[in-house]
């Protein structure tokens, strides 16, 4: 009886072990971010940087010092994009992803990535994200560089091109259509989520 009340006490002791150890942790995207819009015209090529970007994710460190990313989302002021062309082609980008009507462009992650090994170097994922732009809504696969130099961070950054008209965003035009931008636009970001005491 003895023993068997002993064996319970390691079970339920290593089951605690290893909860404790798999333990889902909330990060939140820290101000250092970076994320920038590259696109051409029939003139020159143009870029935009959004200034107010927020974000959490979820992440579990497993014992083997590798890590889930089990929730990730991301939200993008409109109005907060600026271009290096002024403030007519902020206007037009404006008007191009409503932003009256949808002021966020969203990013949700949709599948869980596992076993992310991360570190100082980086670790390319794949990952199925939501991506909402201009209140369209569709799924796009991501790889991004997964990097950490601890527990307390997680650093994403990568780049996709995607088509404005895939999300029904007529590509912006100035100076009586005269100045056309193309349809293809990159994105760029850099992204540092960090635990929040």
């Given at each position: 009886?003895?023993?068997?009340?002993s064996?319970?006490?390691?079970?339920?002791?290593f089951?605690?072990?290893?909860?404790d150890?798999?333990?889902?942790?909330?990060?939140?995207?820290?101000?250092?971010?970076s994320?920038?819009?590259h696109?051409?015209?029939?003139?020159?090529?143009?870029?935009?940087?959004?200034g107010?970007?927020?974000?959490s994710?979820?992440?579990?460190?497993n014992?083997?010092?590798?890590?889930?990313?089990?929730?990730l989302?991301?939200?993008?002021?409109?109005?907060?994009?600026?271009?290096?062309?002024?403030?007519?082609?902020?206007?037009?980008?404006?008007?191009?992803?409503k932003?009256?009507?949808?002021?966020n462009?969203?990013?949700?992650?949709?599948?869980?990535?596992?076993?992310?090994?991360?570190?100082?170097?980086?670790?390319?994922?794949t990952?199925?994200?939501?991506?909402t732009i201009a209140?369209?809504?569709?799924i796009?696969?991501l790889?991004?560089s997964?990097?950490?130099t601890?527990?307390?961070?997680v650093?994403?950054?990568g780049?996709?091109?995607?088509?404005?008209?895939?999300?029904?965003?007529?590509?912006?035009v100035?100076?009586f259509?005269?100045?056309?931008?193309?349809?293809?636009?990159?994105?760029?970001?850099?992204?540092?989520?960090?635990?929040?005491?």
């Amino acid at each position: 009886m003895k023993a068997l009340r002993s064996i319970l006490l390691i079970v339920t002791a290593f089951i605690f072990l290893c909860a404790d150890n798999q333990v889902s942790t909330k990060y939140t995207l820290s101000q250092d971010y970076s994320v920038g819009i590259h696109g051409t015209s029939n003139l020159h090529e143009w870029d935009e940087k959004l200034g107010n970007v927020s974000g959490s994710g979820v992440i579990n460190w497993n014992n083997d010092g590798t890590f889930d990313l089990n929730a990730l989302a991301v939200k993008m002021e409109v109005r907060s994009i600026i271009s290096s062309e002024g403030a007519t082609m902020n206007n037009n980008t404006y008007k191009a992803l409503k932003a009256d009507t949808y002021p966020n462009i969203l990013f949700e992650l949709v599948t869980p990535v596992k076993s992310i090994s991360g570190g100082p170097r980086g670790q390319d994922i794949t990952a199925r994200v939501k991506l909402t732009i201009a209140g369209v809504t569709r799924i796009e696969a991501l790889t991004v560089s997964a990097m950490s130099t601890g527990r307390n961070n997680v650093i994403f950054e990568g780049s996709k091109t995607l088509m404005m008209t895939d999300y029904n965003i007529e590509p912006p035009v100035a100076l009586f259509r005269t100045i056309k931008t193309g349809n293809e636009i990159t994105v760029h970001f850099r992204g540092n989520f960090v635990i929040i005491p």
